[in-house]
């Protein structure tokens, strides 16, 4: 039996492919926010992801609206694996880095909108 071999590159999915389980609302938010660089387009987006975070066992506790004012670990429930897993996701959905000594005093949804927002800004125009 001969060994499996990983590919020689290997492609990164692509925003639309990351995005393909959300509701098609948020997937044309980002076709907004691709389209135009609408910072409300890529809150959606943000909010969207994070509450694609939230543990299970909280999904029901979440209420409908996510606010500025909600917490990441104490509201919503999101533990730092998930958090991480959150921040790779937004770093290939915006094609921005995010170091983890950045992160540290996002603690709510309108540090974490905020936070993206200026990450977006200081990027060259597309």
């Keep these: ?4 071999t ?3 590159h290997f492609a990164a999915p692509t925003p639309a492919e990351l995005l393909r389980q959300f509701p098609a609302p948020v997937r044309a938010s ?3 926010f691709a389209a135009t660089r609408d910072p409300s387009a890529a809150d959606e987006i943000v909010i969207a992801i994070m509450r694609d975070h939230v543990p299970a066992k909280r999904q029901g506790t ?3 609206v996510v606010t500025d004012e909600m917490t990441l670990t104490g509201d919503l429930g999101i533990d730092s694996v998930s958090i991480a897993d959150a921040v790779f ?3 290939e959905v915006f094609n921005v880095n995010i170091a ?3 992160l540290v005093r996002v603690r709510t ?3 974490l909108r905020g936070f993206i927002r200026a990450k977006l800004a200081s990027l060259p125009a597309a």
């Excluded at 039996?1 to 499996?4: G, I, V």
């Design 6 to 8: 990983q590919p020689s």
């Design 30 to 32: 980002y076709e907004r």
């Design 109 to 111: 949804i309108g540090d």
């Design 62 to 64: 979440i209420p409908p």
């Design 100 to 102: 983890n000594k950045e």
């Design 1 to 4: 039996m001969e060994p499996k």
């Design 89 to 91: 996701m937004l770093e």
